[in-house]
């Protein structure tokens, strides 16, 4: 069993490994080495509930994740306390392509929704989806300010940016409380982020761990060697790593249990 530690400067608790989405509401325009088939209710309730008999309790989606979030909520049922969710604002997928809103009404109606999508009267954590541009997004529209308001308001526990670039990073975490970075074998150039936030007490997710799977081509035990990389950091609370197969599933698990051992 995994075991769940808090994520640093906060008071929520989450599993080494999170969930990621991606692939339970959109299969156009992602990065991913093969094509796969979304998986249906039956399928998606199996996996989740798999993740949860390992020690998962991490789950990551976003309005950007097509129906993601929509399925989550239904599929959740009676469960939904049993999860910390981490969703994301700024990001809309529509009819094949993605545009970015960071204005604080949209962020508003964003979280409305993702609350209704979801079923639930709380979001665990909501990180701003930057589209690249981390810098403006953040000084321009004052949108950290709008989830720490959230927050105060009990719609959201911690907030924070997924973002793409060192400076964004940094300047994420000095104002709110999770970066989600992009960190694997084929790129760390965001490490100075971590290297913030294990100064700062700040919350480090990672995202894309497995480099969308590109990182499981070649080498001797990719998975292994990916996760020793991304927990060597100890700013590191979690990896949110993507699959619909059982099979990938519990490897992640098994290798994520063996890193944290040894
Ligand atoms: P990832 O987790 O690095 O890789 C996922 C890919 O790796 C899937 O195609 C999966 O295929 C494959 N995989 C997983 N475990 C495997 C194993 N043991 N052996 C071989 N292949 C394996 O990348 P990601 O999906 O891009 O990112 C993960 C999550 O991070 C997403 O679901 C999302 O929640 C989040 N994310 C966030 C952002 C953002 O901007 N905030 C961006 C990207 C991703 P199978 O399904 O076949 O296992």
Redesign the pocket.
């Known amino acids: 069993m995994l075991e769940q530690k808090k994520i640093a400067g906060t008071d929520i608790n989450i599993s080494p490994l999170?969930?990621?989405?991606?692939?339970l509401g959109r299969d156009q325009q992602?990065?991913?080495?093969?094509g796969?088939k979304i998986p249906d209710d039956r399928e998606a309730i199996a996996l989740l509930q798999l993740a949860r008999e390992l020690g998962i309790n991490l789950l990551?989606?976003?309005p950007a994740?097509g129906s993601s979030e929509e399925r989550l909520g239904k599929l959740l049922g009676n469960k939904r306390q049993d999860w910390v969710i981490c969703s994301?604002v700024g990001?809309e997928f529509e009819n094949g392509q993605s545009r970015f809103d960071f204005t604080p009404e949209h962020i508003r109606f964003s979280i409305q929704r993702s609350l209704k999508r979801l079923n639930t009267d709380y979001i665990d954590m909501v990180?701003l989806?930057?589209s690249g541009d981390d810098v403006n997004i953040i000084q321009q529209y004052g949108c950290l300010e709008v989830l720490e308001d959230l927050k105060k308001e009990g719609l959201i526990k911690a907030s924070g940016m997924?973002t793409?670039t060192i400076e964004g990073g940094i300047m994420a975490l000095e104002r709110s409380d999770i970066a989600?970075v992009?960190y694997?074998l084929n790129e760390q150039a965001e490490r100075p982020v971590l290297d913030y936030a294990q100064s700062n007490n700040k919350g480090i997710l990672i995202?894309?761990?497995?480099?969308?799977?590109?990182?499981?081509l070649e080498g001797k035990d990719?998975?292994y060697e990916?996760m020793k990389l991304v927990f060597s950091h100890p700013a590191v609370s979690a990896?949110?790593?993507?699959?619909?197969?059982p099979?990938?599933?519990k490897?992640?698990v098994e290798?994520v249990y063996q890193v944290l051992q040894n």
């Open positions: 999170g969930f990621g989405t991606v692939k992602v990065k991913y080495p093969s796969f990551d989606t976003a994740y994301k990001e990180l989806h930057s997924s793409k989600m992009t694997n995202k894309k761990a497995l480099a969308s799977g590109h990182a499981c990719p998975v990916s990896a949110i790593i993507g699959t619909i197969n099979q990938h599933l490897q992640n290798k």
